[in-house]
């Protein structure tokens, strides 16, 4: 479900009426976007971020739109008319689809670390050995003597 809206630093958030010639219901996907003729501001933004803006530098009304993604597949589609209303409006929610995209950054580096450790050490990471961590190594064996019933080593 899509809503469209227009934000500006003096107005606010107002209701974009769905028969507005801007409005784009449930679409507005990127070919959609760039036949109109936007463009991604910021091309290294992903479909993991909550938060894309694009801008039409001859657009008469709104030279910026923002797609906003919230939980439950559901969309704001957010109408941007001047410069100074973009950057009050990226100083106010510009933060917004920053987790998402940290999280999917941290989860990318932590799994291409854990392939790097099994590569070179031939086990995995909370696994310790001899050579990656020996007294660690020599907790565990001790714990697993005792386990099976034996005296500390």
């Known amino acids: 479900m899509t809503a469209d809206y227009t934000w500006s630093q003096l107005a606010g958030w107002v209701a974009l009426p769905a028969d507005h010639p801007d409005a784009f219901g449930d679409g507005g996907c990127a070919e959609q976007l760039r036949a109109r003729g936007y463009m991604k501001w910021d ?40 410069d100074v209303s973009i950057l009050e409006f990226y100083r106010c929610y510009g933060s917004t689809g920053e987790l998402g995209r940290l999280r999917s950054e941290v989860e990318m ?11 070179w050490h031939g086990h ?12 660690q190594h020599a907790r565990f064996r001790e714990l697993r003597h005792r386990a099976a019933g034996g005296a500390a080593i």
Do not use: Q
């Not at 001899?130 to 007294?135: L, N, R, V, Y």
């Open 109 to 119: 580096l932590t799994e291409s670390v854990r392939k790097l450790f099994r590569a």
């Open 43 to 82: 091309e290294s933004c992903t479909a993991v971020a909550s938060m894309e803006i694009w801008t039409h530098d001859g657009h008469p009304r709104f030279p910026y739109i923002c797609f906003v993604t919230l939980p439950g597949d559901r969309f704001l589609v957010v109408w941007v008319p001047d």
């Open 124 to 135: 995995e990471y909370y696994n310790a050995c001899g050579a990656c961590d020996p007294e």
